[in-house]
Every structure is written in structure tokens, then in C-alpha cells.
């Protein structure tokens, strides 16, 4: 799988993403920090690579139809920060690695993961 994080995870998920067999990389690799949305999934739509996100606003449907992308995964902790932010996508990631994520919307919350 190819996924791309967005700018809002922590860059050690690279490593586990990489350690997994997977081709990884990041907005910030191509001076896209900052892009607007549309700008990224336009990106990895070209891609054809998965998104990471912590964004809400990548969830909108109607804006970025998931059918049109490899897949988004929105990661939803109970709270923020950097360390708590790292420890919850870790937990989830294999569920969500596990997953055909083609043309789907996945949110993560503490409850699980919903497809779309």
C-alpha cells in the first residue's frame, strides 16, 4: 500500500509505515505543508496513495468523494497531543492496514473504525 501523511502526524509513523512493507511519505516531503485540501488530494489522487489525516474537513464527502482516492483514513483520538496522537494511530493502524481502503472513507475514533 501507498499511503502519504498529512501534515498534522507525527513523521514517525513513516518508519512504522515503512518497517511494514508499505511505500510511505509525507505532505511535507514535497513542500505541501500548508496546501489547501483540495491541492493535497489532488496529489495523492495522482498518486494513487492513501491519506492519513487528523483533518476533519478531508471527511466531507460531498468535497472529496472518497470513490475518486485510494482511500482517506481520518484518525479521531479522544484527545490531542503529539505523544497521544502517535500512541492512538499505532494502536489502530494494523486494523486499518488490514482493510481494503480503495474509493473508502475510514474514520478512526476510540470506538473503532467506520467505513464509508
Given at each position: 500500500m501507498k499511503v502519504k501523511l498529512d501534515e498534522n502526524l507525527p513523521t514517525e509513523l513513516l518508519d512504522d509505515l515503512r518497517a511494514a512493507g508499505h511505500g510511505a511519505d509525507a505532505?511535507?516531503?514535497e513542500a505541501l505543508t500548508?496546501?489547501?485540501d483540495s491541492t493535497i488530494l489532488d496529489r495523492v489522487r495522482?498518486?494513487?496513495?492513501?491519506l492519513f489525516t487528523l483533518d476533519k474537513g478531508i471527511a466531507n464527502v460531498r468535497a472529496y468523494p472518497p470513490e475518486r482516492h485510494a482511500g482517506i483514513v481520518l484518525?479521531?483520538?479522544g484527545s490531542m497531543g503529539r505523544g497521544t496522537t502517535l500512541a492512538f494511530v499505532r494502536?489502530?493502524?494494523?486494523?486499518v492496514l488490514e482493510r481494503e481502503l480503495s474509493g473508502r472513507l475510514v474514520v478512526v475514533t476510540d470506538r473503532g473504525l467506520r467505513l464509508r
Open positions: 505532505v511535507h516531503d500548508g496546501a489547501p495522482h498518486d494513487r496513495r492513501v484518525f479521531r483520538p494502536h489502530y493502524l494494523p486494523a
